[in-house]
């Protein structure tokens, strides 16, 4: 119980991540936060964005090119299946094919994350199938990350994989937002345009949020 009300108040966690008990039993600390989350927010008929936001990334990203929220700057796809969370996003790695699938414990287990932030929406099960064939074709061919950000090739970076994916279910339709200097782009927050998107989960350290 005090592992996952830990987990609740980031204002704790701060002060306990360097508790040398804290260092011998992060697994531990880990998989009660993965066993919190999806057993409050994990839907089998939805599908999810899940999102967080590092401070390397934030003043390149965010603070220049989000429009809804500050603090995400990177997204991913999740689907339930076998009542576990995949997650298919896009990272640049040394691997041919830059498609990453996590779970929840892998897609958080990065360096200086202050935000976390699931986000759901119900589909039916035409657009899920549609949505699974999707996934299950890109896993075969080699995706690259698109270093230079462009909407204009044939590589991806995170949200236009993700707006990509929605794109091609029913009644999705994203539209590329255009910067002051005539940039093209999908923001890491875009799919906060859609209301059907909503807020499950939200973990956070507090005095690193971006009003």
Do not use: W
Not at 23 to 45: A, E, G, P, T
Not at 129 to 154: A, G, M, R, V
């Amino acid at each position: 119980m005090f592992g996952i009300i830990l987990f609740n108040d980031f204002a704790k966690l701060n002060e306990f991540f360097s508790n040398t008990f804290f260092k011998k039993n992060m697994r531990y600390f880990l998989l009660l936060f993965f066993i919190q989350v999806h057993s409050q927010v994990i839907i089998q008929d939805s599908i999810y964005i899940v999102t967080r936001g590092t401070n390397e990334k934030r003043e390149l990203i965010a603070d220049n090119f989000n429009l809804y929220n500050k603090n995400i700057t990177h997204v991913g796809i999740g689907i339930c299946k076998n009542n576990n969370l995949l997650i298919y996003n896009l990272m640049p790695t040394e691997d041919k094919n830059n498609l990453i699938i996590d779970n929840l414990l892998t897609f958080f287990n990065r360096d200086n994350i202050y935000y976390k932030a699931i986000y759901s929406c119900a589909i039916n099960s035409s657009n899920m199938n549609l949505l699974i064939n999707k996934l299950t074709n890109l896993k075969s061919i080699n995706l690259k990350y698109d270093y230079e950000f462009s909407i204009h090739n044939d590589n991806f970076y995170c949200s236009e994989f993700v707006a990509y994916l929605l794109n091609n279910l029913e009644d999705f339709d994203f539209k590329t937002t255009i910067s002051d200097s005539c940039f093209e782009y999908y923001p890491a927050d875009f799919f906060l345009s859609d209301p059907r998107f909503k807020l499950v989960y939200l973990n956070q350290i507090n005095n690193l949020i971006k009003q």
